[in-house]
């Protein structure tokens, strides 16, 4: 939390800080849980996974700061309580509309069962493509309303709050009835975040609480496990509430009969397979290079409904099937940029790869603030709204997922939010109470409040 210290307050969350603190939570945690359901033996794979991360996040971290530069304290308001003053119209504004994009795509998902784990999640997924496929295609405006849930309940109008409590309550219970731990555990940590963000207390030492909040994730993490894994469950569909709910009463059942909780909650804390890279690379494996890499970038910016047979750019998931011989039709495995590194060329590959991410995210900072300072406060916030998907679907992948999230993916999801910002935005520069020194921003631009009388 301290790698950006300075940014921190000041950014809706940072992404090099949200991968450094996801990071943290799996190889620091997780690692050690699934030792335990190994009963403490050594696995070489895994130590490999920390070492890795070890010895790389100082390379990311020098990358990092070469791309960003010095950031000077003029770049940004001191006070963030100023800041989101002046925005109030346009965040009311992107707040609600994704507020109704996820409830609209909640309610359609639990009408057709496409969120389903259960076995009615298998006749949905035979389809192909429905009418949830345009709500897939800006995945990560996915459940992000729930970050600005405190700063809307913060409005004085009760007509607003009573909508904003029930979409919560609503997708809450959507969320449950799929089985999907993800839906539940995110919308929870936007919460918190969004409470502290948008809070006016700002001495709270975040880095000390994470600990006491991973405790409740882990107990939801195999509760939902169990719930799911269940008979009761896995034959009933998402729009029969009882059915599901009554899987409740079939844990007992399965904790004789799954796997631990060491096990399970270890998996899900690590969330990608890089021991499996690491494990079979190169002796049973041999080095991958980077000849498919070229061709593969042509198509970054061609969509897939027009080329169905273009080479995947999000291709974590086929890279764990080669290596485990293994495919969930549910689920989708992935591994690390660094597992990729090291599957191509080796530790080489992480000692160039590694700094090479870290530039990418310090110019991806420097462009917000850019945007903020030099008269492009739309194009500025809508890349800030954006940074807070880093919570649900952080900025890498593999080397190709990766240059895809850089290059099509985040485009892709700011220019509507961008336009939707501009529509939204008050046509005056209004004057805000706003400390002496600091910026003021309007729809047209950013005007400095100077400190001279």
Known sequence: MRIDGPLINRLLLPPLATLVVMTAIAVGLGVPIFADSIEGNFSRPHLITQVVYILGYPLLFLGYRLGRGKIRPDWWPAYPRALIASLRQPLHGIALFLCIFDVARLALCWQTGRLDRGYAGDVI???GMGGWTFFE????WHTIWFFFLPYLWRER????????????????????????RGLVIRPLIYVLCGAYFFSDIRTVRVERWVPLLVLPILGL?????????SGEFQNSRMTDLSARLSAVSAIGEEIAAGPGFAEVTG???????DASVYDATPNQIPFAGVADIPPALIWTWVPQLLAPNKPNLSDGNDI??????IR?????????????????????????????LGVCYGLFVRLVLGLLRNHYPVQGLALLVLLVSGLQMPFTGTVLGTWWIFAYDLPKHVLPLAALIWLAWPLPLAPVATPPGQILIGKNGIR????RK
């Open 328 to 356: 969930y039709e549910r689920s989708y495995d992935s591994i690390s940029l660094s597992a990729d590194l090291y599957r191509r060329i080796g530790w080489p590959g992480l000692m160039v790869g590694l700094p090479i």
């Open 320 to 325: 764990v099937v080669s290596y485990t011989g």
């Open 221 to 229: 993490i195999w509760g939902m496990h169990l719930v799911r894994s």
């Open 448 to 451: 400095r409040i100077s400190n």
């Open 157 to 180: 109008s009760s007509a607003i709050r009573v909508f904003v409590v029930g979409a919560a309550f609503f997708c809450l219970l959507i969320a449950l009835a799929s089985g999907s």
């Open 137 to 140: 295609m800006f995945s990560r």
């Open 125 to 127: 997924l035979s389809q």
């Open 267 to 273: 998996r899900a804390l690590l969330g990608v397979s």
